[in-house]
């Protein structure tokens, strides 16, 4: 099939690659001049595992190609896919700007019918909204929601080995297509109506978000009764109802889509006139967490002026070098407020140039032995395996004092106190 694929971020980059991989012709449309120019050039505007070798694959093959504009795609095109960021503005709502200016340009298109898969996360009843505003003029436009679920890290695989593939439509045709498009990746697929598909995406992830909350609530309270989050965790795990997926305490969730989705939601809820206790409690809790380590960094010293604090891991999760939301954004803005020195590891450069931009008082490490050099305390935000492999026989001699604040609480307790550091975990109360 011929499918253009508008937005080349992590959700239309990786499946318009995916979708060359298996044998249909792509074109991604991306306004940005900069990352045009980069995918053009064979460079993945992103880091993301496998990915580069895929793209250079699917390029070779000349099954891909990169336009900065809609009115260039040449040819028919069986299905138009929109995977543009939908954003929440300053006052927590959705920005749907860069999404709506996508639907005027496939409205002005000469074409007068088509089908446009909407893969971005929108509002609830947009997909259907969109089609009747396509069609205003006569056109004979077919809309289906196909929300993604992959997630930042493991993109690829989340894509190629999908837990599942929803489709939203009212259309048997559209349906049958979709079903012929996704069927060589051979994943378990679902047809719903547009509402129901658009909802399936929010409830997951406003799901996700609740168990990672859910965890630590636990957590402050395992430190309260003298018990260990971890051993909870697994003990709760043992049973298959539960599971033990997304139940990590620590600094909360960050990232683009987490927090994102459930403010969406909450909001939809507003409107409906709908009381939900539970996802506002979800966010309750991941505020409250976020300040978790730079509150008891405070508390340690009675104060945090004058200190040295050792940064490792900034990135919202390992395997990315996205700081969106990043949890560590605020506790270094925290930090620097209270007048400490902030020394930053983070084995991504680019995640590392960026929060320098933000943050150009910090001083950039250039390994996790750098950052260390005398700290006062060193806060572990990311659970990069880099980190996880420090000799700490070696550290021990670097810092000012030996006081590790786990966030990810990935590190053993026993590794660390071996070497005299004062290991303060989330949760870890036993
Ligand atoms: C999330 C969902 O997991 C994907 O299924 C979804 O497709 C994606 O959003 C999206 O809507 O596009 P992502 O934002 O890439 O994916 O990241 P997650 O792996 O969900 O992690 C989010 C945050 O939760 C990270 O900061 C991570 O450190 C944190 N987390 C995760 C915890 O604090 N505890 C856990 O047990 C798991």
Redesign the pocket.
């Known amino acids: 099939m011929k499918i253009c694929i508008i937005g080349a971020g992590?959700?239309g980059l990786v499946t318009g690659c995916v979708l060359a991989n298996i044998g249909n012709k792509v074109t991604v449309v991306e306004k940005n001049k900069e990352k045009l120019r980069m995918l053009k050039n064979n460079q993945m505007p992103f880091f993301e595992e496998g990915m580069d070798e895929l793209l250079n694959g699917v390029k070779e093959k000349n099954m891909i190609e990169f336009e900065s504009n809609l009115k260039e795609v040449k040819g028919i095109i069986d299905i138009y896919m929109i995977s543009v960021g939908t954003p929440l503005n300053q006052e927590g709502i959705i920005d749907m700007t860069a999404f709506n200016s996508v639907i005027d340009e496939i409205s002005s298109l000469s074409c007068n019918s088509g089908i446009l898969v909407i893969k971005s996360?929108v509002p609830i009843g947009t997909s259907t909204l969109i089609e009747e505003y396509l069609n205003r003029g006569g056109k004979r436009w077919v809309t289906a929601s196909n929300p993604?679920?992959?997630?930042?890290?493991s993109a690829l695989k989340?894509t190629i080995e999908a837990n599942r593939i929803i489709i939203g439509t009212n259309s048997n045709k559209v349906a049958k297509l979709l079903e012929r498009l996704y069927r060589p990746l051979k994943r378990p697929i679902l047809i719903v109506d547009r509402n129901t598909s658009e909802m399936i995406?929010y409830a997951?992830?406003a799901f996700?978000a609740t168990?990672?909350s859910f965890?630590n609530e636990i957590s402050i309270l395992c430190e309260k009764v003298g018990a260990d989050i971890k051993m909870v965790v697994k003990g709760m795990a043992m049973d298959p109802r539960i599971g033990g997926?997304?139940?990590?305490?620590?600094?909360?969730?960050?990232?683009?889509?987490?927090s994102k989705?459930l403010s969406s939601l909450i909001n939809t809820a507003n409107k409906n006139n709908v009381e939900v206790a539970i996802l506002k409690a979800t966010e309750t809790v991941n505020q409250r967490q976020r300040m978790l380590l730079p509150y008891r960094l405070k508390e340690i010293y009675g104060r945090l002026k004058g200190l040295t604090v050792a940064l490792l891991g900034i990135t919202?999760?390992p395997g990315?070098d996205d700081l969106r939301d990043?949890?560590s954004l605020d506790i270094i803005r925290y930090i620097i407020e209270n007048g400490a020195d902030v020394r930053v590891y983070d084995p991504q450069d680019r995640a590392c140039k960026n929060v320098k931009n933000l943050f150009p008082e910090i001083y950039i490490a250039k390994d996790c032995y750098d950052a260390l050099s005398g700290a006062d305390a060193i806060l572990l935000l990311?659970e990069w395996s880099e980190i996880k492999d420090i000799n700490w026989k070696k550290a021990r001699k670097l810092v000012n004092r030996r006081l590790i604040l786990d966030g990810?609480n990935f590190l053993e307790i026993e590794d660390i106190e071996k070497y005299g550091f004062k290991y303060v975990g989330v949760g870890r109360g036993a």
Do not use: H, M, W
């Open positions: 992590y959700v996360t993604e679920f992959l997630r930042q890290g989340d995406k997951s992830n996700l168990k990672i965890a997926d997304f139940l990590g305490a620590g600094i909360g969730y960050g990232g683009s889509c987490l989705d919202f999760k990315t990043a949890p990311t990810r």
